[in-house]
């Protein structure tokens, strides 16, 4: 069965940065579009980053640009968000997701979810 296994999270203090990782298995992974959602307490699911399917495109919400880079290997499987001068309101739990089709910021475009990590950013 198809799974996605985030990892990288943890605390960090603000301005620090983090690398979450995400391992894909049992799909073809280079035929799915990946991306990156959070949900912090209280909030919706909110995208954050997503790339092609050749990782020649890529997306970010306005919050993260800048300072954020997603990235993809498809030899490894495996899919990377770097995350960089991160600040309080980062704080959430970080997913990553399968996309069939084309790279989307829509969470319920996206067929696959792994279980999360979380990230946590002191001030």
């Known amino acids: 069965q198809v799974q996605l296994i985030e990892s990288g999270g943890g605390l960090v203090q603000a301005g620090g940065s983090l690398r979450l990782s995400c391992a894909a298995s049992g799909l073809t992974f280079s035929t799915y579009a990946m991306g990156w959602f959070r949900q912090a307490p209280g909030k919706e699911r909110e995208f954050v980053a997503a790339?092609?399917?050749?990782?020649?495109?890529?997306y970010y919400a306005d919050s993260v640009k800048g300072r954020f880079t997603i990235s993809r290997d498809n030899l490894q499987n495996m899919v990377y968000l770097q995350m960089n001068s991160l600040k309080p309101e980062d704080t959430a739990v970080y997913y990553c997701a399968a996309d069939r089709g084309v790279y989307s910021t829509f969470p319920q475009r996206y067929d696959y979810w792994g279980q999360g990590t979380q990230v946590t950013v002191s001030s």
């Open positions: 790339i092609s399917r050749s990782g020649g495109s890529t």
